[in-house]
C-alpha cells in the first residue's frame, strides 16, 4: 500500500475527509523514520512553511486530535496549558527542559515504574508514565 493511501486510511478511519492539508499532515507527522514530539502551533507553522500556505491552526488541532483519539497520537500534558503531542504512543517516560522546552523520551532503564500501593475505587490502571522537568543548575554554573 502507498504511503498517500496509508494517510488517506488513517484519516477516513479517524472521520476525516483527506484533504491536501491534512494529507501534508499525515506526511508531517507519519512519514519518517523516529517518532518525535510537537505542539499544535508548532506543527502548524511547519505545515505552513512546506505547503507554503497559510494553515487553519482549526485544521491543525481538529486532525490531530482526531488522530488522538483513535491511538495514533498519545498527548502528554506539560501544564494546564502546554501539551505535546508524541507519534510513539507505547507507554514510555519523558524529560521536559523547562529552558528549551523540547520534550524528549527517557530511557526506561533509568526511572523504576513507581508502586502504586492503591487504585481508585472502580477504576483500574490503564499506565503509568513519568514526567520530569529538568532545568539548567544555575548553581554549578558559577
Known sequence: MSKKNEFIDKLRSSGL????QRLKICELLFDRDNTFHFTINDLAKNISEMLNEKISLATVYNTVHAFKYKGYLKEISINSDKSYFDTNTTNHHHFFD????????????IIETPKIKRNI?????????????????NQNQK
Open 17 to 20: 475527509r483527506p484533504t491536501k
Open 98 to 109: 523547562e529552558d528549551t522546552n523540547e520534550l524528549i523520551d527517557c530511557d526506561e532503564k
Open 121 to 137: 475505587s472502580g477504576k483500574k490502571i490503564n499506565s503509568v508514565e513519568v514526567l520530569v522537568k529538568v532545568a539548567t543548575d
